[in-house]
């Protein structure tokens, strides 16, 4: 075999192994990107952009509730723990004021049982009824069971905390 072939060979065999770490490298970049796509999504599932468990607590009963993923909601859950003094209007909902008022989304909606929503902006509502009204939605209540009962009638002291 000449020199001449065996440079010639030589330079193909580098071109393959180069084409090689360059599909790599390409391969790496790709998976690279999906990696960190991704841990960005389950980083959202922890982090602040996410829903959060809370707990109520009503007359010595404690329930569990989930807060909504919006802006309202997260402003609310970073002044937890919170005790407010609720009065009780019209036999259906508890209304408490917080000193200050949080970012608003209001929408037209009907509420339910379990539902905790942002009334002009510096008041929280628990539902034990039903009621239609322009509101931000905060949560809901998890388990209704004994719901009813522990608001009961007339005013309640309740403690908002961030669920351990």
């Known amino acids: 075999m000449d020199p001449t072939e065996t440079k010639l060979e030589e330079l193909i065999v580098w071109g393959r192994r180069f084409k090689m770490k360059r599909i790599h490298l390409r391969l790496l970049v790709c998976l690279t990107i999906c990696i960190v796509m991704l841990s960005g999504c389950a980083g959202g599932q922890s982090g602040e952009n996410?829903?959060?468990?809370?707990?109520?607590?009503?007359?010595?009963?404690?329930?569990?509730?989930?807060?909504?993923?919006n802006e309202a909601a997260r402003a609310f859950a970073k002044m937890l723990p919170l005790t407010l003094n609720m009065s009780d209007y019209s036999g259906f909902e508890k209304v408490g004021s917080l000193g200050t008022s949080l970012p608003t989304g209001n929408q037209q909606t009907t509420t339910q049982s379990g539902d905790i929503v942002l009334y002009n902006g510096n008041?929280?509502?628990?539902?034990?009824g039903s009621n239609s009204w322009s509101y931000t939605r905060l949560g809901r209540v998890d388990d209704l069971s004994g719901w009813e009962e522990a608001l009961g009638n007339g005013d309640a002291t309740v403690i908002f905390s961030l669920e351990d």
């Open 50 to 69: 996410n829903m959060r468990n809370i707990e109520i607590t009503v007359n010595e009963e404690t329930f569990s509730a989930t807060l909504n993923d």
């Open 123 to 128: 008041q929280i509502v628990i539902f034990y």
